[in-house]
T-cell receptor
C-alpha cells in the first residue's frame, strides 16, 4: 500500500534554533517528492521538489534531502523564525498514471516560540 | 503567491442547504483539483479535471459534484449539506505538460474554504 508517514507529529522549538522533520514513504513507482508548507487556514505552498536522482535541494533556510534507496526524506530548517510556524507536508508522486497520483503525509505541526 | 482564489473562505450553514464552493485560477492551467482536509489529517483528493468538460472522481468518495465549463473555473456543489460534510476544502491547479518524461507538475493551492454544517 502506498503511504507517506511523517514524524514527529508536532514539534516546538525556540526561535533561532534548527530542526529536522522526517518523511518515510512506500510509494512505488516513485516520481518525485515535495515538501509543502501550510500556514493555518491557508493552502499548502511548495517549498522543494526532488526527483529520484537528487539527494538534496535548498530553498533559503529550508534544505530537503532524499534517500531513494531507503525511501526517506528530511526537511531541515535553519535558524528558525516565528513565521516558520506551520504544518509541513511531505507529498510523494508516483509515475504509474497520467494523473501523477499524489500521496500526502499528515504533516508535522511546527511551532516556533520567541 | 499563486493566482488561485476560493470563495467563501468560511461558511456556516444549516443541514439540508445547497451550497457551491467557488474556485478560480488565472494561470491558464488545464488541470484542477478539489481536496478535502480534516484537522491534523492528510489531504484527500475528491475531484479532478483535465480540462473543460472533463471531470473525474478522486480517491475519497464524496457526495459533492463539480463542473468545468470554463478553464479558469471549477466550482464544487453540495446539493444537501450534512454535518459530516464539515471540513476544509482546498482547490488546486497545475499546468498540464505534454512531455513524455515524468512530469514535475507543481500544484498551486487556493486558501481553502472552511465549511461548518450545523
Amino acid at each position: 500500500k502506498n503511504q507517506v508517514e511523517q514524524s514527529p507529529q508536532s514539534l516546538i522549538i525556540l526561535e533561532g534554533k534548527n530542526c529536522t522533520l522526517q518523511c518515510n514513504y512506500t510509494v512505488s513507482p516513485f516520481s518525485n517528492l515535495r515538501w509543502y508548507k501550510q500556514d493555518t487556514g491557508r493552502g499548502p505552498v511548495s517549498l522543494t521538489i526532488m526527483t529520484f536522482s537528487e539527494n538534496t535541494k535548498s530553498n533559503g533556510r529550508y534544505t530537503a534531502t532524499l534517500d531513494a534507496d531507503t525511501k526517506q526524506s528530511s526537511l531541515h530548517i535553519t535558524a528558525s523564525q516565528l513565521s516558520d510556524s506551520a504544518s509541513y507536508i511531505c507529498v510523494v508522486s508516483d509515475r504509474g498514471s497520467t494523473l501523477g497520483r499524489l500521496y500526502f503525509g499528515r504533516g508535522t505541526q511546527l511551532t516556533v516560540w520567541p | 503567491e499563486a493566482d488561485i482564489y476560493q470563495t467563501p473562505r468560511y461558511l456556516v450553514i444549516g443541514t439540508g442547504k445547497k451550497i457551491t464552493l467557488e474556485c478560480s485560477q488565472t494561470m491558464g492551467h488545464d488541470k484542477m483539483y478539489w481536496y478535502q482536509q480534516d484537522p491534523g489529517m492528510e489531504l484527500h483528493l475528491i475531484h479532478y479535471s483535465y480540462g473543460v468538460n472533463s471531470t473525474e472522481k478522486g480517491d475519497l468518495s464524496s457526495e459533492s459534484t463539480v463542473s468545468r465549463i470554463r478553464t479558469e473555473h471549477f466550482p464544487l456543489t453540495l446539493e444537501s449539506a450534512r454535518p459530516s460534510h464539515t471540513s476544509q476544502y482546498l482547490c488546486a491547479s497545475s499546468e498540464a505538460r505534454t512531455s513524455g518524461k515524468p512530469r514535475q507538475e507543481t500544484q498551486y493551492f487556493g486558501p481553502g474554504t472552511r465549511l461548518l454544517v450545523l
